[in-house]
């Protein structure tokens, strides 16, 4: 069916950057919006970014300024550029796409999650 695997995760030092990536693969028909979420342990899992296939895009304002979202539709995949990390950013970070598969069923699909670690 729809997979989606995420890359790019890793530690940081506060004040530096990452570039997680995500390429959604399998049966699509159509990609509506894709996002990052990302889960702390004790917390909920938040949006943190998303982007629509026509490229507009949407932030946390925890991120707002810090990060980018992208998204290539020619190959299905969303990228976000993670600037000035902070600590508060550590978290599993969870690709999400909206989507309409080959069989014509719209939903919402996951990724395994990548891990992001910022050190003080």
């Known amino acids: 069916q729809v997979q989606l695997v995420e890359s790019g995760g890793g530690l940081a030092q506060a004040g530096g950057s990452l570039r997680l990536s995500c390429a959604a693969s399998g049966s699509i028909f159509s990609i509506n919006k894709m996002r990052w979420y990302r889960q702390a342990p004790g917390k909920q899992r938040e949006l943190v970014a998303s982007?629509?296939?026509?490229?507009?895009?949407t932030y946390d304002e925890s991120v707002k300024g810090r990060f980018t979202i992208s998204i290539d539709n020619t190959k299905n995949t969303v990228a976000l550029q993670m600037d000035r990390l902070k600590p508060d950013d550590s978290a599993v970070y969870y690709c999400?796409?909206?989507?309409?598969?080959?069989?014509?069923?719209?939903?919402?699909?996951w990724g395994q999650g990548t891990q992001v670690t910022v050190s003080s």
């Open positions: 999400n796409v909206l989507l309409t598969d080959s069989s014509r069923t719209y939903g919402s699909h």
């Open positions: 982007v629509t296939r026509d490229g507009s895009e």
